[in-house]
């Protein structure tokens, strides 16, 4: 495997289910992020882990959890979900020594529709 | 206020021809980044081409080019003889410089381009 896996890629779920997201980076990266990209918006920005740290977290609510293990992988746990977090999650890696011209790399994303 | 600006939300271009897509940004940062992503409708987002704040010379990659303007704070993506394949989602992306480690990419909302033969 090389770059960066998601899966599963496809996803339906019901809102009292719970499931998970798998994220893989097989680039030596130290840094890892997941996103939201619904119909018609920007990329939002979830959650930012460097060397497993959780750095960011952009106000998400607490239905999503995730997990960063090691700097290799990175899950999002999902539980009562809404229909409206319907959406395109992508995962991205990153060297990320905090220079500007660091380059994320993504993920397939997984499409996730929530009934 | 919007950090990245993309105000095509669709162009249309023929084979073998060439295309600008259009981003502008704003940042009160001396040091940033600037990335250009497609995304194919199988929803991967594939990186194209980078330009730094300080580069003096505008970014090339093979048929892309970065036609960077500063003092405008734009940095329109070029594609030269499009062909079929490059009928995608086309995002620009801003890191601003920070000290911190992990800084996030700001999205604009992407242009829709479409290559017919």
């Known amino acids: 495997e090389t770059g960066v896996t998601q899966t599963p890629r496809h996803l339906v779920m019901g809102m009292t289910n719970k499931k998970s997201l798998k994220c893989e980076q097989h680039l030596g990266h130290n840094a890892m992020y997941w996103y939201k990209q619904s119909a018609k918006k920007p990329l939002e920005l979830m959650f930012v882990?460097?060397?497993?740290?959780?750095?960011e977290n952009n106000s998400v609510p607490s239905r999503f959890s995730p997990e960063c293990p090691n700097s290799s992988h990175l899950f999002l746990h999902l539980h009562t979900l809404q229909p409206e977090d319907s959406a395109l999650y992508l995962c991205a890696s990153s060297q990320d020594w905090g220079g500007v011209e660091d380059t994320q790399y993504f993920g397939p994303g997984t499409r996730l529709t929530v009934l | 206020a919007q950090k990245i600006t993309q105000t095509q939300p669709g162009m249309f271009v023929q084979e073998k021809e060439a295309v600008t897509l259009d981003c502008t940004y704003d940042?009160?940062?001396?040091?940033?980044?600037l990335f250009w992503y497609k995304q194919p409708s199988s929803g991967e987002m594939i990186f194209l081409i980078y330009q730094g704040s300080y580069d003096e010379q505008n970014a090339t990659e093979g048929r892309y080019s970065l036609n960077f303007q500063k003092a405008r704070k734009s940095a329109n993506l070029v594609i030269s003889a499009s062909q079929l394949g490059d009928s995608a989602m086309y995002f620009c992306?801003?890191?601003?410089?920070?000290?911190?480690?992990?800084?996030?990419?700001?999205f604009g909302k992407g242009t829709t381009l479409s290559v017919s033969s």
């Open positions: 992306a801003m890191r601003e410089g920070r000290d911190q480690a992990g800084t996030a990419l700001i």
């Open positions: 882990y460097n060397f497993k740290e959780q750095t």
């Open positions: 940042t009160s940062d001396q040091s940033y980044g």
